[in-house]
């Protein structure tokens, strides 16, 4: 009786050792014992894994002393593992580590109540224009504005901080927090990709009626301007976080108000300095609450 559960537990022994499935707390474990990263990150690769890495988590294995790299490691090991091969990826997800669809994100709230609302482009192809009268009554050294103006009085998306956080995934973010996998693309058009929240400018809309407007452009007997004009432009600045991914906030506090990234001006072709008034922009639009 002896020897047969002994055979039953040397067969069983390999099949538990197999089994293993790594944790953080396993990983806090092996890093405590001075078994070196190298060794940590082979093991986190060699070996099946449910690691929670939410911002909470991933802050307390820093605590720990958990290394960036091991830390890196346990990510990319669980987006290889994600079911069907996909990567594991999240449209709300607060961490700015996991594969997001390319686009720009507004990250509200905090710590365990953070989600991540992905702001929806919306294509500005009507304009506007004022100041005819003095432009005719000053024999053209009046500017004539023109305005962009796109649907709706508000946003969808709502920002509850004065200076919002965003994150732009573009295109190359695909690769670099998937593995490869194609997570959606940030084409501005056919021949035309965007790399950088610098090609994008920063605008606050006035509200009228049932639509938001913002001046996109004037000219006068001697010119003619296209596009933001500087004094428009709300400053804003950005860090890249991983290739692709950036982080932006404004410079300075946003009063309540309807807001938007504007990129991609254009205007028609034809004679005369207003090019036959046609113009289109993409703007990703968002409100500041009170």
């Known amino acids: 009786m002896k020897r047969l559960i002994a055979a039953l537990l040397a067969c069983a022994l390999p099949t538990a050792v197999l089994a293993e499935t790594l944790n953080n707390a396993t990983v806090v474990t092996l890093v405590k014992a001075g078994v070196g990263d190298e060794a940590v990150i082979a093991k986190i690769k060699a070996t099946p894994g449910q ?7 991933l802050i307390a294995l820093k605590q720990q002393g958990v290394s960036s790299g091991v830390i890196a490691a346990m990510l990319a090991t ?12 999240s449209i709300d997800s607060p961490d700015w580590r996991v594969p997001h669809p390319a686009g720009i994100y507004l990250l509200n709230g905090q710590e365990t109540a953070a989600q ?5 482009p919306t294509t500005a ?8 009268l003095g ?20 946003a969808r998306v709502h920002a509850a901080a004065a200076r919002p956080e965003f994150y732009f995934y573009f295109d190359e973010a695909n690769s670099s927090l998937s593995h490869g996998a194609n997570t959606g693309s940030f084409l501005a058009g056919p021949a035309v990709t965007i790399t950088s929240p610098n090609e994008f400018s920063l605008i606050r809309f006035d509200v009228k009626d049932n639509r938001r407007e913002a ?7 001697a010119g003619s301007k296209t596009g933001v004009m500087d ?3 709300i400053a804003f600045s950005y860090d890249r976080v991983a290739p692709g991914v950036f982080r932006v906030r404004p410079d300075a506090d946003l009063a309540p108000g309807e807001y938007g990234f504007l990129y991609s001006m254009s205007a028609g072709s034809g004679s005369g300095l207003y090019t036959n008034g046609v113009m289109s922009a993409r703007v990703f639009d968002f409100a500041v609450d009170r």
């Open 51 to 57: 690691f929670d890495l939410s911002t909470e988590q």
């Open 125 to 132: 192809n009507q304009t506007k224009t004022g100041g005819m």
């Open 231 to 233: 004094k428009d432009r």
């Open 135 to 154: 432009y005719m009554m000053t024999g053209g050294l009046a500017s004539i504005k023109m305005k962009s103006v796109i649907p709706n009085a508000h």
């Open 116 to 120: 991540m609302a992905r702001i929806d």
């Open 215 to 221: 001046r996109v452009g004037s000219f006068n007997i």
């Open 78 to 89: 669980s987006a290889s593992a994600a079911p069907g091969g996909a990567p594991a990826s």
